[in-house]
């Protein structure tokens, strides 16, 4: 049977649709949420509200896009979780109405999971099994991915996760929201050597990203009341300086997870990981270590139904759909079902 799918992401601010055709997807529609800037972060009750009046605009658009009739559909997917409640519940209701009207199968999908299937969407693509370092504004974690569908979480963030290191280190200096891609930008033209900061050693495979966080503050705090143009004067350094930090913090455990499992094939997957400076810097960890990397499209990093859909896909060969009473998760781990 070649399926033709529909998924829906609702997870935070971004409110996305896609259309799968037998494995193949073939549109990525997303609307972005620029209403949060102003506030320095995506405020719950606004992304939702976004995402009510976004989404049929936005699968419209998906269906149109792709040449595809709601009665060519054989499922509708969703994000179940993890991500806002709010916001998840705006894509859940909606592809349970859209399955009921059309009497076809659910199928939810976890979000996390999804961003280490990205790498299915298009070639060349990993074999198992395979490591994922997994990035984003809410997680950080190092996946043993053993099948499509059978995962492992074998190191991950005992507290913050990177992305929000990346984004208060930039509130800290004075850069708008979202700061993450900001840092990365000004990095370009800084000197990585020119600070140094301290860091959280967690034990295993594990991260910590607080302790970093708060040592970055009072660096910012002292240095400002020397001089107080510190930051403007110099941003490119301090940017390159804390980037190279983030980023030796993250390769230093895949270089210890590699050695642990023995396993070369590493991909990245979640916002982060359309950071230029991880993408450079796993390149040439595999270059010289003789690892072989994936690394998905920008538009496959950040939130998107396109990888809602390829996790489809495979759930759907496997006739794991779900009941009507499936609700939406905050918090929902690898491996949950």
Known sequence: MRPVI?????????????????GKVLNNIIASQAVHQKYGGVVP????????????AVVT???QNSATRLTDLDAIAFTRGPGLMGSLLVGVSFAKGLGIGLNIPLIEVNHLEAHVLAHFIDDPVPTFPFLCLTVSGGHTQIV????????EVIGQTQDDAVGEAFDKAAKTMGLPYPGGPLIDKYAKLGDPKAFRFSETIMPGLDFSFSGIKT???YFIRDEKRKNPNFVEERLNDICASLQSHLVGMLLARVKQ???????????????????????TSLKE???RNG???FIPEFQYCTDNAAMIAMAAHFKFQRKDFCSLETAPLARMPIGTR
């Open 215 to 217: 040592a970055f503050l």
């Open 257 to 279: 997870a590699v050695t642990q499992t023995g396993i070369r094939q590493i991909a990245i997957a979640g916002g982060v990981s359309a950071n230029s400076g991880l993408r």
């Open 285 to 287: 960890s595999g270059e």
């Open 45 to 56: 009750e606004l992304a939702s509200r976004a995402h009510q009046q976004n989404i049929v």
């Open 144 to 151: 043993l991915v053993h099948d499509y569908l059978d995962m």
């Open 61 to 63: 658009e998906a269906l």
């Open 291 to 293: 690892w072989s990397i």
């Open 6 to 22: 529909l998924a829906i992401e609702s997870s935070c601010d971004e409110t996305s649709a896609s259309v799968i055709r037998n």
